[in-house]
């Protein structure tokens, strides 16, 4: 099926060695260094509220400006911690964690799944996943742990 030429890459990251809360912060920094705007979508609330305390005090010598959906100023955050499927900060990558659904994939550059490669139920939910996009013509990638670096595999 030929990709259309605006559509979504996805990109999915098999976590091994690093847990969610070493390889989010990392992959959010590069997002808004690109210029980007980021939504970090969780299926859990709990991961909403952790992350939104986690963001702030991660390094200390660094913080991730983000809010959770619902508050005020949540179209102006550069990323924004949700767990519906709405788009309030026109953010250009979607992060999916703890098996969190994709929903429409329109107006994202990009769509980065996270999950963890120990968990059978995350890995059979990203395999499930890798076919649906791919289905709907999405570029798609699978990304691991080398040596403390990402590399593409496929």
């Given at each position: 099926?030929?990709?259309?030429a605006?559509?979504?890459?996805?990109?999915?990251?098999?976590?091994?060695?690093?847990?969610?809360?070493?390889?989010?912060?990392e992959?959010?920094e590069?997002?808004?260094?690109?210029?980007?705007?980021?939504i970090?979508?969780?299926?859990?609330?709990?991961?909403?509220?952790?992350?939104?305390?986690?963001?702030?005090?991660?390094?200390?010598?660094s913080?991730?400006?983000?809010?959770?959906?619902?508050?005020p100023?949540?179209?102006?955050?550069?990323?924004?911690l949700?767990?519906?499927?709405?788009?309030?900060?026109?953010?250009?990558?979607?992060?999916l964690?703890?098996?969190a659904?994709?929903?429409?994939?329109?107006?994202?550059?990009?769509?980065?799944?996270?999950?963890?490669?120990?968990?059978?139920?995350?890995?059979g939910?990203?395999?499930?996943?890798?076919?649906?996009?791919?289905?709907?013509?999405?570029?798609v990638?699978?990304?691991r742990?080398q040596?403390g670096?990402?590399?593409?595999?496929?």
């Open positions: 099926m030929a990709e259309p605006s559509a979504c890459e996805v990109w999915f990251y098999h976590l091994e060695r690093t847990g969610l809360d070493q390889a989010l912060p992959l959010l590069k997002t808004l260094q690109r210029g980007w705007r980021a970090v979508r969780s299926s859990a609330a709990e991961r909403v509220e952790h992350l939104d305390g986690w963001l702030w005090s991660y390094r200390d010598d913080f991730l400006p983000h809010g959770p959906a619902g508050e100023v949540a179209p102006r955050q550069p990323i924004l949700t767990t519906d499927d709405a788009n309030p900060n026109g953010a250009d990558a979607l992060f964690i703890d098996g659904e994709p929903g429409d994939l329109d107006g994202y550059s990009r769509c980065v799944v996270l999950f963890d490669g120990g968990d059978e139920v995350q890995l939910h990203a395999r499930g996943l890798w076919s649906l996009v791919k289905g709907r013509g999405h570029p990638s699978y990304w742990q040596g670096r990402w590399e593409k595999q496929a």
